[in-house]
């Protein structure tokens, strides 16, 4: 046991354990001269240990807080207190990220004869947070495309456009309608006239649960829209209730053609259809007659 008790005091054993920590560790006097310095932190800066030793520590390392009263080893002096934190470690153009830690040197006595700072290159670690923020940001990105992409068929869904009869198109709404989802509804209806050829259009809100002054601005402008296509609107499903909501609302709709549910709606449709097309053979029948055709 004495020679182990030995191996323990000798100092060059304890060198040995110093330079076996893979971060910095250095020992500080009152006046902040490095008496002792591990391998790991000389090289941090680019030197051995004994060009560090018997020199300044702020002379050796280059961070915000050097020559300042924000110095970690002075605070831990005169404090008495651990102080640990991250900064900036700079060494010719490169700027090293470090986490450190300080704390007060004490004497057998009890009494504060310097400072041991211990500090690591955090470079690596934030680099990985760095990559583990880019993975998160690309999955959350990933997770909002999907959600859209979901978004939209839901959208399409719930605003479709249906060819219920030849010549009448049906656009059943469902839900509260907001100006997003009426300009979406508003573009399949006028595409689906442009492709049937629709002299009439049927929109049917009995699925929406209350008209306010937006929702009525909505259909107002969906149905100015089917007129510049050519066609009529006829709205379809009005309650009571909405009835008597749309009555309240300052809102210009006494040019549009109401029915209180879809079937009766598409009743005027056809019969609308069949007068027109009556008048058209009417008029065929009598341009024959002034030309002399049977």
């Known amino acids: 046991m004495e020679n182990v008790a030995e191996i323990y005091r000798d100092e060059t054993f304890l060198s040995e354990i110093i330079n076996a920590v893979p971060s910095g560790i250095f020992v500080t006097d009152l006046e902040h001269t490095i008496l002792m310095i591990n391998q790991a932190g000389a090289a941090m800066v680019g030197r051995t240990p004994g060009d560090c030793f018997d020199r300044k520590c702020y002379d050796v390392f280059d961070t915000p807080m050097c020559k300042t009263e924000n110095c970690t080893c002075r605070l831990s002096i005169s404090e008495n207190a651990v102080h640990q934190g991250q900064t900036v470690l700079r ?3 490169r700027e090293i990220p470090i986490e450190y830690a300080s704390r007060p040197l004490k004497n057998y006595k009890g009494e504060i004869v310097g400072c041991v700072e211990h500090f690591i290159d955090i470079s690596g670690r934030i680099e990985q947070e760095r990559k583990l923020i880019e993975q998160q940001d690309e ?7 999907a959600i859209r992409h979901l978004q939209d068929e839901v959208l399409e869904l719930s605003t479709p456009v249906i060819d219920i009869w030849d010549g009448v198109v049906l656009l059943p709404l469902i839900g509260t309608l907001d100006s997003y989802r009426a300009r979406i509804a508003t573009e399949r209806l006028l595409e689906a006239i442009e492709q049937a050829r629709a002299p009439f259009v049927i929109i049917d809100i009995t699925g929406v649960p209350a008209v306010d002054a937006d929702v009525a601005r909505h259909l107002i402008q969906t149905i100015h829209a089917v007129r510049y296509m050519g066609s009529e609107a006829i709205i379809s499903g009005i309650s009571p209730h909405i009835a008597r909501t749309i009555t309240q609302l300052d809102v210009r709709m006494e040019n549009v053609t109401f029915r ?3 079937t009766d709606a598409l009743h005027l449709a056809i019969f609308r ?9 009417h008029a065929v029948d009598i341009a024959r007659k002034k030309v002399g055709r049977p």
Do not use: D, N
């Open 260 to 262: 209180s549910r879809m």
């Open 273 to 281: 259809m069949e007068e027109a097309s009556e008048r058209g053979k």
């Open 139 to 145: 999955m959350l990105r990933k997770q909002e495309e």
């Open 91 to 93: 060494t010719g153009e």
